[in-house]
């Protein structure tokens, strides 16, 4: 298969994803999910005529040439119902949040009045009808629409669900995914490495891009190079998860034997190899529903083409509408040097108001120098050099 481009490899993924189904969970659970139907107002928003002020309830016409002495027949705090209609020449004291006494059209700031006594009010201004109340329904009916399907459940938003009574909260599935790294000289993180060993890292950066794009991490696993153990391994990844990543071995060496256990193990090829560095040998295939990336070995290789490729598909799966990081055009700080024919993505730092610094790397396996930067920069083929001030795309993230 011939190289793909970025935006036709991107373009190639998302035409075969598919949102994953929605199911309910406790609103207490549910922060950053994306909403999967439309919450409705249960009630009338305010559900009565509410206060907005600590003051006095009392009827405009009353108080039109100031100062105008009332008498206070009543109180009435929040939570309270008003047992008192208000008569022409009183007043009733109330507290910000209470239901507005029938009789009463507006309520007047305590600031704006003074007090002698527990009987009596002198209002020092006037105040128009409806001035300091909340009307029944007017910040919406009961059965308005308040929440749309694709909206991010923010804190706001899940204090608009507490609102109108959603205990539980209707959201799109969270993608599960698998993760194998494949090597005979990998180790766990736990172990001490022999003298050609080398600790795995990939499921750990890329399974905190998996969580950071919406995806549940299921399965990881540290799987040998030899064909009986990788097909094992995929059947088994592929029995609990949407999604299988599986890092190495995807390549064109000797001991490169991933794609043949793929298709051996039902996997249909989509593409391999897109032109970016780094993560050229980048696979995509389908197993029925579930999607299956090989990404390339190297640290920084199988960095970068998770979260160019896999991270936007993690967030079409849980049924963001955004997918793409965002990308903006930023002056650099320090020249870049750069030869070769494929887009190349560097790591980066934005300093906002001057510009991005770009940091360069030993290769694709130096991922302690990428990670100085968390940003990424696109500097596009076959350009050389880019002096200091020349504007680039940096991937910002979403």
Not at 152 to 157: D, G, T
Not at 213 to 239: F, K, N, S, Y
Not at 362 to 376: I, K, P, T
Request: glycine fraction near 10%; charged fraction near 20%; proline fraction near 7%.
């Amino acid at each position: 298969m011939p190289l793909l481009s970025i935006e036709d490899a991107h373009e190639c993924i998302r035409s075969v994803v598919i949102p994953l189904p929605v199911e309910s969970v406790r609103l207490s659970t549910a922060q950053g999910r994306v909403l999967g139907r439309t919450v409705h107002s249960d009630r009338d928003m305010p559900p009565f005529n509410r206060a907005m002020m600590d003051g006095f309830a009392l009827r405009s016409a009353d108080i039109q040439n100031p100062p105008t002495t009332l008498r206070v027949v009543d109180s009435v705090m929040a939570g309270q119902v008003p047992s008192t209609r208000l008569e022409p020449g009183n007043a009733i004291r109330i507290m910000t949040g209470a239901v507005v006494p029938s009789g009463s059209d507006a309520v007047q700031m305590l600031e704006n009045t003074e007090s002698s006594d527990e009987t009596s009010v002198t209002i020092l201004e006037s105040i128009v009808k409806g001035r300091h109340i909340a009307t029944q329904g007017s910040d919406c009916l009961a059965g308005a629409p308040l929440l749309s399907p694709g909206m991010v459940l923010s804190s706001s938003r899940l204090g608009v669900c507490a609102m109108v009574g959603q205990e539980f909260v209707d959201v799109y599935r969270r993608p599960k995914v698998a993760i194998l790294a494949t090597g005979d000289e990998l180790v766990d993180v736990s172990e001490s490495p022999g003298a050609v060993q080398i600790r795995e890292s990939n499921r750990t950066s890329v399974g905190g891009l998996v969580e950071r794009a919406g995806g549940l991490v299921v399965h990881t696993a540290i799987v040998p190079d030899q064909e009986e153990d990788t097909r094992a391994a995929i059947r088994e990844a592929l029995d609990c998860a949407d999604v299988l990543l599986l890092s190495g071995g995807i390549s064109k060496g000797d001991r490169d034997i991933v794609r043949a256990c793929l298709e051996k193990e039902g996997v249909t090829p989509e593409f391999h190899g897109v032109c970016i560095k780094p993560g050229k040998p980048l696979f995509f295939g389908r197993a029925g529903s579930k999607l299956v990336f090989g990404l390339p070995g190297n640290p920084v290789s199988s960095y970068v083409t998770a979260r160019v490729f896999v991270a936007p598909v993690l967030r079409q799966l849980s049924g963001h509408q955004r997918l793409d990081e965002n990308r903006q055009m930023m002056p650099l700080l320090n020249a870049v040097h750069k030869t070769g024919n494929r887009p190349w993505f560097k790591a980066a730092t934005v300093h906002w108001g001057e510009g991005v610094e770009v940091h360069t790397t030993g290769g694709s396996g130096d991922m302690q120098g990428f990670a100085r930067g968390e940003e990424l920069v696109l500097l596009p083929a076959n350009c050389p050099t880019f002096s200091a001030g020349t504007p680039v795309e940096v991937w910002l993230g979403v």
